[in-house]
């Protein structure tokens, strides 16, 4: 059988040419060093066991390699894993070996820094904590907070036994009532403190619900002049003043004089002769006139 030693020789020749170019460019690339800041992965926690303190989230890392592997490498390539099966509570140190990072083929791992890695582990306690709701601003002058109501009222926490052990109590979110005059209700999210506390279970979140009420009192207030109107000219109350019964906050209540408080009757209430007239109050927005007396008066001319 006859051999022909130049079939295909274009496609020989172009191999050839394209695995010269490939070992051009490979002879081409320098191995250099960089460093790389790799996520720190911590895995198998033993059950029942809280890390205690700050953790780093990376750990720097030196690699070396082809120069154009490295310059397209990026922090998400790259990982550092610690296995912490076998833990016990206390501080403990765990060495950070080239063996624990995963780096793409090709490149190799030279050294990670820190070199140790410190971590504190406490046991896992669980508490069931009163939610006390925070309540910032003032209401509307004369008007007060009488009520307030948080739903949940108790949340279970756990984390590590030296944190949940000083909690007494978890606060929620302030609640403002700045200018308030009635209900304020508000879900807010409750304030655990920084140190691995955390819920166990729940939303995270709790309603909580501010009463705001006047602050009534009540005065009598005697000699209050009564004014006549639509009668003759001279025409009088008779008698011409009258005790009142006011209702407000205590604060404006308390400073009120008889002639704050308007009274008067309508002359043609008492047309008829002998027949008296009813006292009437001006309405006022800072308090309630609730009585007067006397209910009623006659109307007379002025002496001259």
Do not use: C
């Not at 397209?72 to 990072?101: E, N, Y």
């Not at 508000?186 to 009420?213: M, N, Y």
């Not at 604060?251 to 308007?262: A, S």
């Amino acid at each position: 059988m006859a051999l022909f030693p130049v079939r295909h020789i274009g496609l020989k020749v172009l191999s050839i040419a394209v695995a010269v170019l490939l070992w051009l460019v490979v002879a081409g690339d320098p191995i250099v060093e960089r460093t790389l800041r790799v996520g720190l992965e911590l895995q198998r926690a033993p059950e029942g066991l809280e890390l205690v303190g700050s953790v780093p989230d990376t750990v720097s890392v030196r690699l070396r390699g082809p120069a154009s592997q490295l310059s397209g490498l990026g922090p998400g390539d790259l990982s550092v894993v610690v296995d912490l099966d076998g833990a016990r509570p206390g501080r403990r140190l765990f060495a950070l070996t080239s063996t624990l990072a995963t780096a793409p083929y090709g490149v190799e791992v030279l050294q990670i820094t820190p070199a140790t890695l410190t971590l504190s582990f406490e046991g896992r306690a669980v508490r069931l904590l009163p939610v006390r709701p925070q309540i910032e601003g003032t209401p509307v002058p004369g008007h007060s907070v009488t009520n307030v109501s948080v739903t949940p009222s108790q949340v279970r926490i756990e984390g590590p036994e030296s944190a949940v052990a000083v909690l007494t109590e978890v606060p929620t979110e302030p609640v403002s009532v700045e200018r308030a005059t009635t209900l304020v209700r508000e879900a807010v999210a409750l304030d655990l403190p920084e140190s691995g506390v955390r819920l166990s279970g729940g939303a995270g979140t709790a309603v909580v619900t501010v009463t705001v009420s006047a602050d009534t009192t009540e005065r009598t207030i005697a000699a209050v002049p009564i004014a006549v109107r639509g009668g003759p000219p001279g025409a009088v109350a008779m008698p011409a003043t009258a005790a009142v019964i006011v209702q407000g906050a205590a604060d404006v209540v308390t400073g009120l004089t008889p002639g704050d408080i308007l009274l008067f009757v309508d002359a043609l209430d008492a047309v008829a002769p002998g027949r008296e007239a009813t006292v009437h109050a001006e309405s006022s927005p800072r308090f309630v006139v609730r009585s007067i007396a006397p209910p009623s008066v006659r109307i007379g001319g002025r002496r001259p």
